[in-house]
């Protein structure tokens, strides 16, 4: 089993191209005959669902907002079948928001390194998905995953929901699929990725209504929070600031950062929180020599999901790059200024109440001015008031 493992490592067969097409062509020849139905977005059928007793969704690929936009997907999933139990298939990358999700009863984490490292876990993997699903559902809004398309066949789910085409590319893959969804947005360009997830169902008369997204978080966070901002309370205000970013054009400049808080922290009286993930030692270091010795601060680095959320469910505002903890700031009560350089606000930006965002005229992140988002802060500080 070592030597099948070596010898997958060495072709990855989750990447390798000419694999991957070559496997899909052999695929596709015992699909000839399939009978399937193909619809837009925008059509309306009739579809006998019958005794949904298991839904399957596939949303492994992609990224923490990615998941986090389909939330609402979830939820219109459990209000058209309550009593259904909802399986989700995660990957590490987006696992951690989501599962204390409170639409999904089970989530299967699709661990690819740990399969290519062991591929007796990965056929282990393939028995939890193959118990007969009634449904199974893979929704895409950036791009088509060949992987989650064959998860979601294996499934044996009788109805198998998933695109026919993204943005007019088709989906070579859609044979795996009953029913073909054809998904174009573009000429939507504005239309949120949380409507773009649930365009997978709504020619099926599945809907939601409500946008929002949550992650759900314990009293063992609220007491890490309430201990870890306990210095808080000598402060008028507590303000949080993301100054990191997975890619390099979605980051404010750091310095832009530390300007920022600067002024804010003198105006007001605020105590300064730097959120941190594993890739923004750079940024958080620029911004904290440019604070360090003029005004307070803590650094909440590198923390679990719901302890992030308890936190910044606990500030008074929170200004943040166009990355994955803007999403999970989304979640809480807290306003938020989201900060956007070449990504469309319209489609990402968090849709809950008090969420703004500042979009670059150029699509150059480093464009925006300090003053400009001073003073959308002053005007949310303004009229949310002093901390008891």
């Known amino acids: ?19 991957k097409n070559f496997f899909i062509k052999l695929l596709s020849q015992f699909f000839k005959n399939q009978v399937f139905i193909r619809v837009d977005k925008s059509e309306r059928i009739d579809v006998d669902f019958g005794d949904v007793k ?6 492994q690929h992609n990224q923490l907002g990615d998941m986090l936009c389909a939330v ?26 989501v599962k204390d999700n409170p639409f999904v009863d089970e989530i299967l984490n699709f ?13 282990k993997f393939v ?5 007969g699903f009634d449904i199974a559902i893979v929704p895409v809004t950036v791009s088509i995953s060949t992987t989650s398309n064959l998860l979601a066949y294996i499934s044996k789910a009788r109805i198998r929901i998933g695109p026919a085409s993204l943005n007019g590319k088709e989906n070579p893959t859609a044979f795996l699929f009953n029913y073909q969804v054809d998904l174009d947005w573009r000429d939507e360009e504005e239309k949120h990725q949380t409507k773009r997830n649930l365009d997978i169902v709504k ?44 890619k390099v054009k979605n980051r404010w400049d750091a310095g832009n950062f530390a300007e920022l808080a600067l002024k ?31 005004i307070d601060y803590l650094i909440l680095k590198n923390e679990k999901i719901s302890r992030i959320v308890a936190v910044i469910d606990s500030v008074d505002l929170f200004i943040t790059n166009d990355t994955g903890i803007m999403h999970v700031a989304g979640a809480t009560k807290t306003p938020v200024i989201s900060l956007f350089g070449p990504t469309n606000p319209y489609q990402w930006s968090p849709l809950n109440e008090n969420k703004f965002f500042i979009w670059s005229k150029t699509g150059d992140i480093n464009d925006i001015k300090v003053d400009e988002v001073y003073k959308l802060a002053v005007e949310i500080l303004s009229r949310k008031g002093a901390r008891d």
Do not use: C
């Open 54 to 59: 298991k839904i399957l969704i596939v949303r």
């Open 127 to 131: 028995r939890s998905v193959k118990v």
């Open 203 to 246: 020619p099926f008369g599945i809907d939601a209504e409500d946008l929002s997204y949550v992650i759900p978080y314990f009293d063992e966070d609220r007491e890490f929070a309430k201990n870890f901002l306990s210095k808080a309370k000598d402060f008028k205000f507590l303000i949080g600031y993301h100054p990191g970013a997975g």
């Open 264 to 294: 804010l922290a003198d105006e007001f009286n605020a105590l300064t929180l730097i959120t941190a993930g594993p890739m923004d030692d750079e940024p958080v270091e620029k911004m904290r020599k440019q604070i360090d010795g003029k």
């Open 72 to 97: 609402p997907l979830f939820r219109a999933l459990r209000q058209r079948f309550p009593s259904a139990k909802i399986t989700l298939i995660a990957s590490p990358v987006n696992y951690e928001v």
């Open 111 to 123: 661990d690819k390194v740990k399969f290519l490292k062991s591929p007796s876990n990965f056929f």
């Open 1 to 19: 089993m070592r030597g099948i493992g070596k010898f997958l490592s060495k072709i990855d067969p989750f990447r390798n191209k000419k694999l």
